[in-house]
C-alpha cells in the first residue's frame, strides 16, 4: 500500500464543528460572489447594441458634423446616459431650437432617430426707435448679419455691443430689445428696438479716501472728464465703462507708482440727477502705507557685470517706490541686452517688502538666453513700392547679430521715406534656430501731391504758390518735382529729379531747370539755370552733397530813381558756382518731429568762370525737446555770411531778406533787414536768426497740432548789432493732411518801425521749416 504521506507525519485530525461551520460560510460568499460577476456578464451581453441611426430635420448643418458631435453610433451598446449627452453637445451648436430622440427595436437592436428643428435664418436686420444715430451706422457696430442663424447668445451679444456703443457716446440709460418675428418656418426679422434715452453728462467727479493725492493730480491721469463748455468738440464729459475701468487702472498705477503699493481703488459710485440728464461720480480710495525702495540686487547675469547693469537703473536706494521707474529700468537693461543680439532676455522684477520697514526690496531675476541673428526679412503691403526701396532702409540684414538700436532707426528711415500711411517692423523669434524674422508690414498712399499756398507781403502782394510731386516715381523710389510760383510780382517756375539711389548705390543723383522773373520796386531780375548735385550719407546720421549750378542773371528796367548799388548791377550775368555742404540728422520723423537735432552747413563758391565772384555760407541748427502728453519745444539758430571777392559786390539775389513763414514771422518780406538812403530794402551780407517754438497735438488721430512761437532776428549789411535786431510772436496751427502738410501762422510784429504793419498772417501747403 502507497502512503500519501511519509511514515513519521500525523494524519489529519477530524474537523471541529467551528471549522465546519466557518467553510460553509466562505462556501456561501464564494457562491454569492460567482453569481455576481454572472450577473454582471449577463447584463452586459443583454444590452441592445445599436443598429441604426438616422437624423431628420437637418438642413442647414449636414450629417457629417453632427455625427462627429455624438458617442452613439452604429455596433456600440445603447445607454440612456449617452444619449443625452449627445443631446446637450448638439444644442451646443446653436443651431437648434428642440432636439427629440425616437427609439425602436430593430434587427435585434435599436434604431435610433435624432428629431431636429433648426432655429430660423435672419433674413432681415433693423432697428426701431433710433434717432441720434443711422441704421447704417449701428449695423457697423453688429457681429450679426442677414444669413446668420437666430442664435439666442449671438443675439444678446449684439445686443450688449449696442449698449455699448451708445453708453460710449453719453447714453448711459439706453436700453435695446430683440424682437425676433416668424415670417416661414425656417426664416425671420430680427429687429433691434431702442430706446435711447436722454444724453447722461458727467456733472462732477469726486473722490475719498485720497490724502496724500491732491484731486488735481488724480484727475490728470483720467481720461474720463466732467462736461465742460467745448466737450462738444473734445468728446468728454460723457459716462464709458471700459474708459472708466481703464481709469481705475491708472489711478491704482498713479498710487503705486507714488509709493502706495497697496493702494486700492473701488468702481465709480454713480448717482442720476432727478431729470436723468446728469450723472455724479464718486470714486473710493484706500491709500495705505507708502512704500520706499530698499534693497537693489542683480542676479542671473553673465554677459554684464553688476555695475554696468546698476548703471542704467535711475531708482535708487531711499526713493520713494515707482513701479513707472522700475519698468523704465527694465527696458533700458532689456534694450542694452538686445544691442547685443539677445532678442529673447527676460528680465523679472522681485519685489520683497518689508511692512515694518516700509520698504520694498528689488532683485531683478535676467534669464539671458542666447544671441540671435537676423533670420527672413519679409516685406508685404508694398504693392506699388518695390521690395528694394523698402530694404535698403533697413539697417539690420539678414544673418547680422540682432540689434534692437538698428531695428528702431530701420522703423525711422521706413517712415521718413513718406511713401506709407502706415509702416511696422515686427520682429519675429525662431528659438529653436537663434534666429530672428523680420516681418515689414506696410500700407501705401499716394505719393502723388498737389501743394498749394499762399500769403500777402508788401513785396508780393497776393501769392500763389503751386508745386506737383511724385516722391515715388515708378515705385523705385525717385523724387520728381514741378514748382510754380505766382504773384504779381514774382514767377518761379522748377523741375528737379532726384534719385536716392543712383545706380543702386547709396549715393543721391539730382538734376534741376529752373526759370525765375522777379518784378522789384526798382528793378527787374530775369534769371535762368541749371544745377546738378551729387550726395552720400558718411554714417548712420551725417552726410553730405556736392551741387554743381549754372546761372544766367538778368538785371533790367531799373529805375532812374534806384541807388548806385542796383545800378551797378545792371546787365546780364552769368554764375558758375559749386555747393557743398554737410549734414547731422537726428530726427525721430523729418515731418512731424518730437525729439533729435539736424545740423547742416550749407556754402556756396562762385567764380568757377562765369561773371560774379562771392562766397556764401550758412550755418542752421534745429533741436527738438519732447515735453509732457506728446507735446515738443523746439529751438533753431542760423547764422548766414556771404561777401563778394576779387573786387566783385555780392549779387542782390544772393543777399539774405530776413521777413517771412521761412525766417521771422510778423514781419513782411526784407523788413529785418538794411534799407538804403531810398528806403530800399536791400538785404544783408550777414544773417542771425533764432526761433523757438512750443507744439502741442490738438487732435492726435489727424495729426493736428497747435503752435505758439517766438522769432528774434535780422538781416545786417557789416557788423551784427543785437540793438537791430527784430523781435515777432504769434501762434498757428499745422495739420499732416492727406495733401499734405498745411501750414496757417499769426505773426504779430513786437516793435513795428514805420511802414510795417502790427501783424501778418501767412499760409502754405506743402512744408514746414
Known amino acids: 500500500m502507497t502512503h500519501l504521506f511519509p511514515s513519521n507525519h500525523k494524519p489529519l485530525k477530524t474537523p471541529g464543528p467551528f471549522f465546519r461551520k466557518s467553510g460553509v460560510i466562505s462556501l456561501i460568499l464564494i457562491l454569492m460572489l460567482f453569481s455576481l460577476f454572472a ?23 449636414n450629417d ?47 434604431r435610433l432617430t435624432f428629431i431636429f428643428t433648426e432655429k430660423p435664418t435672419i433674413i432681415s436686420l433693423d432697428f426701431q426707435g433710433n434717432k441720434e444715430f443711422e441704421t447704417k451706422d449701428l ?58 434715452g436722454t444724453k447722461v453728462k458727467i456733472r462732477k467727479i469726486s473722490f475719498e479716501g485720497n ?29 464709458k465703462k471700459d474708459q472708466i475701468k481703464e481709469d481705475i487702472d491708472r489711478i491704482r498705477g498713479l498710487y503705486n507708482n507714488n509709493g502706495f503699493i497697496y493702494a486700492a481703488v473701488s468702481e465709480p459710485e454713480t448717482a442720476l440727477s432727478d431729470d436723468s440728464k446728469n450723472i455724479f461720480l464718486k470714486i473710493s480710495l484706500s491709500e495705505g502705507d507708502q512704500y520706499r525702495t530698499g534693497e537693489l540686487k542683480i542676479k542671473g547675469n553673465s554677459v554684464f557685470t553688476d555695475a554696468e547693469l546698476l548703471e542704467k537703473i535711475g531708482i535708487r536706494t531711499g526713493d520713494i517706490f515707482d513701479r513707472s521707474a522700475l519698468r523704465t529700468d527694465i527696458d533700458k537693461i532689456t534694450d542694452l541686452y538686445m544691442e547685443k543680439g539677445y ?51 533697413m539697417r539690420l540684414d539678414e544673418g547680422d547679430i540682432f540689434n534692437k538700436k538698428l531695428l528702431t532707426r530701420s522703423y525711422q528711415r521706413i517712415n521718413n521715406l513718406n511713401y506709407f500711411e502706415t509702416a511696422n517692423i515686427n520682429p519675429v523669434p525662431r528659438a529653436e534656430e537663434q534666429l530672428v524674422d523680420m516681418d515689414i508690414s506696410v500700407k501705401e498712399k499716394l505719393t502723388g501731391m498737389l501743394s498749394i499756398g499762399g500769403g500777402y507781403s508788401s513785396l508780393d502782394k497776393l501769392l ?31 523741375i528737379s529729379l532726384i534719385n536716392p539711389w543712383f545706380m543702386d548705390k547709396p549715393v543721391t543723383a539730382s538734376f534741376s531747370l529752373y526759370k525765375e522773373v522777379f518784378r522789384y520796386l526798382d528793378y527787374d531780375k530775369n534769371s535762368m539755370g541749371t544745377a546738378i548735385g551729387f550726395g552720400k550719407e558718411l554714417s548712420e546720421y551725417v552726410g553730405g552733397n556736392i551741387v554743381y549750378n549754372l546761372e544766367d542773371v538778368e538785371i533790367k528796367n531799373v529805375s532812374e530813381n534806384a541807388s548806385e548799388l542796383i545800378k551797378d548791377q545792371a546787365g546780364t550775368k552769368l554764375t558758375s558756382s559749386i555747393s557743398p555742404s554737410i549734414w547731422k540728422n537726428t530726427l525721430d520723423n523729418n515731418m512731424d518731429p518730437t525729439t533729435g537735432s539736424k545740423l547742416a552747413l550749407y556754402t556756396t563758391i562762385a567764380g568757377l568762370g562765369g561773371d560774379n565772384y562771392f562766397f556764401k555760407g550758412v550755418a542752421d541748427s534745429t533741436r527738438y525737446f519732447p515735453v509732457m502728453k506728446e507735446s515738443a519745444f523746439s529751438i533753431r539758430g542760423r547764422f548766414g555770411y556771404a561777401t563778394g571777392y576779387s573786387g566783385r559786390e555780392l549779387p542782390l539775389y544772393e543777399r539774405f531778406y530776413v521777413g ?15 534799407r538804403n538812403d531810398e528806403g530800399e530794402k536791400i538785404g544783408g551780407e550777414r544773417e542771425l536768426l533764432f526761433n523757438a517754438e512750443y507744439i502741442i497735438p490738438l487732435v492726435k488721430d489727424i495729426r493736428l497740432k497747435g503752435v505758439l512761437f517766438y522769432d528774434y532776428g535780422a538781416a545786417f549789411e557789416d557788423a551784427i548789432s543785437f540793438n ?27 516793435d513795428p518801425r514805420k511802414d510795417e504793419s502790427n501783424d501778418k498772417i501767412e499760409f502754405s501747403l506743402g512744408g514746414f521749416f
Do not use: C
Not at 503751386?466 to 523710389?477: A, H, R, Y
Open 39 to 61: 450577473a454582471s456578464a449577463s447584463s452586459a451581453e443583454s444590452d441592445p447594441l445599436i443598429k441604426l441611426v438616422e437624423l431628420k430635420g437637418n438642413r442647414k448643418i
Open 64 to 110: 457629417e458634423m453632427i455625427h462627429s458631435r455624438m458617442k452613439s453610433r452604429i455596433g456600440s451598446p445603447f445607454s440612456k446616459n449617452t444619449v443625452q449627452d449627445d443631446i446637450k453637445k448638439l444644442y451646443a451648436i446653436g443651431y437648434f431650437d428642440d432636439i427629440r430622440v425616437e427609439i425602436d427595436t430593430f434587427e435585434g437592436g435599436v
Open 139 to 196: 449695423k457697423e457696430k453688429l457681429s450679426i448679419t442677414s444669413g446668420a442663424i437666430a442664435n439666442l447668445s449671438l443675439i444678446t451679444d449684439n445686443v450688449n455691443k449696442i449698449i455699448s456703443f451708445y453708453q460710449s457716446e453719453g447714453y448711459w440709460l439706453v436700453r435695446v430689445f430683440p424682437i425676433i418675428r416668424e415670417i416661414s418656418e425656417d426664416a425671420a426679422a430680427l429687429t433691434f428696438r431702442v430706446e435711447e
Open 211 to 239: 490724502r496724500a493725492l491732491q484731486e488735481k493730480k488724480i484727475r490728470k491721469v483720467m481720461k474720463t472728464k466732467e462736461w465742460w463748455l467745448f466737450s462738444f468738440l473734445t468728446g468728454s464729459g460723457t459716462y
Open 343 to 393: 532678442a529673447q532676455v527676460d528680465i523679472n522684477p522681485l519685489i520683497s517688502v518689508s511692512r515694518d520697514e516700509k520698504t520694498a526690496n528689488i532683485t531683478l531675476s535676467i534669464t539671458e538666453g542666447g544671441i540671435f541673428r537676423v533670420g527672413r526679412i519679409n516685406i508685404t503691403g508694398n504693392t506699388k513700392t518695390r521690395d528694394k526701396v523698402i530694404r535698403r532702409e
Open 464 to 494: 500763389f504758390m503751386s508745386e506737383i510731386t511724385q516722391e515715388n516715381l515708378f515705385g523705385k523710389g525717385l523724387h520728381l518735382k514741378f514748382k510754380v510760383d505766382l504773384s504779381s510780382r514774382r514767377s518761379n517756375y522748377r
Open 660 to 674: 517771412g513763414m521761412s525766417t521771422v514771422r510778423g514781419l513782411g518780406f526784407g523788413e529785418g533787414g538794411p
Open 724 to 750: 537791430d535786431m527784430r523781435r515777432t510772436a504769434g501762434a498757428g496751427i499745422r495739420w499732416i493732411s492727406p495733401l499734405g502738410p498745411i501750414r496757417l501762422e499769426w505773426g504779430f510784429n513786437l
